[in-house]
């Protein structure tokens, strides 16, 4: 039996990176996994294949900063598969090269990653959770990042949205573990995805060799790495696990 049999599953963001590879994993253990994605062909491949390999998963098209969508998608978790376990806040933005230190930061760039980097995770607890707790309670997974949990410079709105996703974490661990809701939170660094490729390699300072020096695994996490927690966390396993923070970055943040 599957470690999450039984469970309907949503991940924003599953199209790539680490939400594809999390709709992948849960799928396999047996969770009907629903791909909210912002873009559509790679979030219908995702959904296909599950489905073509024997699992279950539903597409909604969906954009996370943009509440009618939001409602929209869990109207429709709601009418076509009746129950939500775990509501996996995956999907976020970066924009390197756009996002900088406050004083060289402009104010439109501040609002685009706000609005689905913060925004976003609001409208889905708010939309999401009301189902998980009709469904008899379930697990919030949350996504911070080292820019959360230690100072990175030049790139202050993507830090201020994830340490605000810790802050956010906490307090609805504390106002939803009465409704038997785990709200958790993975905050991940150096690993391989899409957005590292625009956050790294984009960045003419970035030196690769050095930046594996000096990570103590000496190597760059893989999207499997953190789907393996989001599924732990997701999991019965995780049955007396709330408001923790858990730092997945081969040691990055504590050099
Ligand atoms: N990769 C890393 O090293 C790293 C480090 C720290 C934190 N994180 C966090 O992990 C999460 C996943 O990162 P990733 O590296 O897989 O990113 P990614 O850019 O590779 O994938 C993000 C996915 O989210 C989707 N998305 C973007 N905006 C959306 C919107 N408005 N509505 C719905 N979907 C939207 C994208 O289309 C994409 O499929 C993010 O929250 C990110 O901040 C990643």
Known sequence: MGRLEGKTAAITGAGGGIGKAAAELFAAEGAVVVVLETDEKPGRSVADSINDSGGRALFIQTDISDEKSVIAAFSVIEESLGRLDVLYNNASVFLGGSDASVTKLSTT??????????????????????????????????????????????CDAYTATKGATISL??????????????????????????????????????????????????????????????????????????????????GITVV
């Open 169 to 250: 974490t906490k307090s609805m661990a504390v106002e939803y573990g009465p409704h038997n809701v785990r709200v958790n939170c993975i905050a991940p660094a150096a690993i391989a995805t899409p957005m590292v490729l625009e956050s790294n390699f984009k960045d003419p300072e970035f030196d690769e060799q050095r930046f594996l020096a000096t990570t103590p695994l000496r190597k760059w996490g893989q999207p499997e790495d953190i789907a393996g927690i989001a599924l732990f966390l997701a999991s019965d396993e995780a049955s007396y696990l709330n408001g923790a923070v858990i730092v997945a970055d081969g």
């Open 109 to 154: 760039v501040w609002h685009k990653i706000l609005s689905v980097n913060l925004n976003g995770l609001f409208y889905c607890c708010k939309y999401g959770i009301p189902l998980l707790i009709n469904s008899g309670g379930g697990a919030v997974i949350n996504t911070s990042s080292s820019a959360g949990v230690i100072g990175i410079p030049k």
